[in-house]
């Protein structure tokens, strides 16, 4: 890989709630963004791209033309071949050739990449992996979904699939996500915890709790609301053990609960990390926070054009 002059990329973070379209450039900055509601269920991804579109075309003329345009949205999807297969997150995505119907629109280069990967790329690029060529990023978000580079490639499945962390089966019983008990994601995403919360204490949090309400109470002195992140700690450590196990990197970065969580969640990973992993691999293997903080997903939506450039190179 080899270093380039200075070049700008529009950048589009798709989600489920709220979208956003940035231009940043090469080295990291965000020169401009626009928010707005993603409104699936009424828009449908013809008028989300819309959306982008105008959005696009006011950072454009207000920051100069980009030379590429870069995608960060859920799976599953082909991201080979940038196509969107029905994340249950976006109804209405089924078989969308993003990078194809972009590509005809903005007339230049279309990287789309799952969310997860898209992460691990910007903290690789501008944070807390930067200098491995072996790492996993954990989104430990709403959902928990995972990417992973290895000898510095990101990897995927022969149809372009990113690892479905969220989706392995980690114990016999606990919250039920996509149909499956026990997943890594029912102990490590958000929505997840929130049913963690009434499976382990039923009656006491009545409705789905917020993780971030959780954080308060045990701040507070809950002892419920402690139980139930220091569970989720511990189940992320097992799973961070057993990526060390099969994949040893030399990071595993955690992205945004290790931020608004206590300390004491971080460290509560770390110990269970450290009682699940092989002791060579858990003595090479980092268990640290994303570095990049609040902008970490515009970044991520510029970053796979960024890696791909530097790839290339």
Known sequence: MSEQTAYRVLGWDVGGTKSAAVLGDSGGRILGRREWPSDVARKGWRGMM?????????LVARHGQA?????????????????????????????????ELLGRELGLEVVVEHDAAACLLAEWLWGAAQGTTHAVYLTCGTGCGAGVMIDGR?????????????????????PEMFGKRGCVESFCGGRGISKLANHLFPGVFGEPVPTRRLAELAAGGDQAARAVLEESARR?????GMLADLLSPEVIVLGSMARYFEPWWLEG???????????????????????LGEQLQDLSAIAPCVYRRLADG
């Open 269 to 291: 990973v770390r110990a269970a990390f450290a009682d699940e992993a092989l002791e060579l691999n858990g003595g090479q293997t980092q268990i640290v926070p994303a570095a």
């Open 67 to 99: 030379e590429l345009v870069g995608v960060s949205i859920g799976g599953p999807m082909n991201a080979r071949k940038g196509i969107i297969l029905s994340p249950p997150h976006l109804p209405g995505w089924d078989e969308v050739p993003l990078v």
């Open 236 to 240: 992320t450590g097992q799973v961070c």
């Open 154 to 174: 990101v990897l995927y499945g022969p149809a372009g699939q990113s690892p479905e962390v969220g989706h392995v089966r980690l114990a016999p019983d606990g």
């Open 50 to 58: 819309d959306d982008f579109l105008a959005a696009a075309g006011e």
